[in-house]
């Protein structure tokens, strides 16, 4: 039985303990990337496929007659071809929950950079700090997390980490209503339009679905609280991206901190990368990157393995139901 790993560099597996994957097949090649014409040939005489982000399509599986389970080293599905796997009788499987606690530390970080410019701050302290007449530099406004009020989009195991944290600064927590079609309200959430009249902060943590794509638009920013900040370290997608851009020009909205943009990488002309922005920080998807979320990632990849070799698959995202 051959296991095939697409895209290793995504995961360092230099850096983790893998022998439990190793033990798992009698034979596993390892590629650190594979572009699109390259992905039909690695797939060829696989049993198992392990991917983050390489697209495995229709036509892909297709000319891999032998692949019997694709192992998704990530929460997000968009890259394979679900229903095609499901006729092919491939069993698709992801990992989900195992970079909670690092995306909710990363994003506190994100929060605390809006609140004490620290990022800015450490750029004077090199260039402006020797030549000042004061003690200190004041050029950037700080303000206290204690007190303000901080709206969640999107609460489940990660939003309510998020939550956890900012109630240990004192902060208050709002939560909107679920955007899911036909979900019923639930009393302890406010609707959209309150949350973002109300909040000094909004971080986002919600799936990217037909409903949430490009929620943060001209009129959502509009919405927002004067001075507001948005932190983004869901997916790319879920923001207008140059509607945000002139939303910071313009000095309606406070600041952003984002880890995701809808392109990634991201073109040298984004919108979002240019050097005139004021108070914005990008991250380059590396929230998620810790040593011990990537080992509770390779984990939860060995477990899908094993629980299909025993045929009992688990976490399994196309609706199949035995191996």
């Known amino acids: 039985m051959k ?34 014409d390259a992905v039909k040939n690695r797939l060829r005489d696989a049993t198992v496929a392990v991917t983050n982000k390489v697209v495995i399509d229709a036509e892909a599986l297709a000319a891999a007659p032998d692949l019997k389970l694709i192992c998704i080293s990530a929460t997000g599905t968009n890259n394979v071809d679900l229903e095609a796997a499901r006729r092919q009788g491939v069993v698709v499987c992801n990992v989900s929950g195992y970079g909670t606690e690092t995306v909710a530390q990363h994003t506190l970080a994100l929060m605390l950079g809006l609140a004490t410019r620290w990022h800015q701050y450490d750029r004077e ?9 004061m003690f200190c530099r004041m050029d950037h406004p700080v303000f206290d997390l204690n007190g303000k009020t901080l709206g969640l989009i999107g609460h489940g ?94 000095g309606t909205l406070g600041g952003a901190a984002l880890d995701v943009l809808s392109q990634e990488p991201p073109p040298a002309d984004h919108p979002l990368l240019a ?18 979320s990537r080992q509770r990632l390779l984990d939860g990849v060995v477990a899908n393995l094993r629980a299909w ?12 139901t035995s191996a």
């Open 125 to 133: 302290a090199r260039q402006a700090w020797p030549r000042s007449s």
């Open 275 to 292: 050097e005139d922005l004021p108070n914005l920080i990008i991250t380059p998807h590396s929230a998620w990157v810790s040593r011990e």
């Open 157 to 250: 195991d990660l939003g309510r980490r998020v939550e956890a944290l900012a109630k240990a600064f004192g902060m208050t927590v709002l939560v909107a209503q679920s955007l899911r079609p036909g979900a019923a309200p639930q009393a302890d959430r406010v609707p959209l339009n309150e949350l973002l009249a109300r909040s000094d902060l909004i971080s986002l943590h919600c799936p990217l679905t037909a409903e949430t794509d490009k929620l943060v638009n001209a009129d959502f920013l509009a919405a927002m609280k004067p001075g507001a900040g948005l932190i983004n370290t869901a997916r790319g997608g879920l923001v207008d991206e140059p509607a945000l851009a002139r939303a910071l020009r313009e």
């Open 3 to 36: 296991g095939v790993i697409l895209d290793s560099q995504t995961l360092k597996l230099d850096e983790l303990d893998s022998s439990a994957l190793e033990r798992q097949l009698s034979h596993w090649t390892y590629y650190e990337q594979t572009g699109p």
């Open 309 to 320: 070799q025993n045929g009992q698959p688990r976490n399994v995202v196309n609706g199949l």
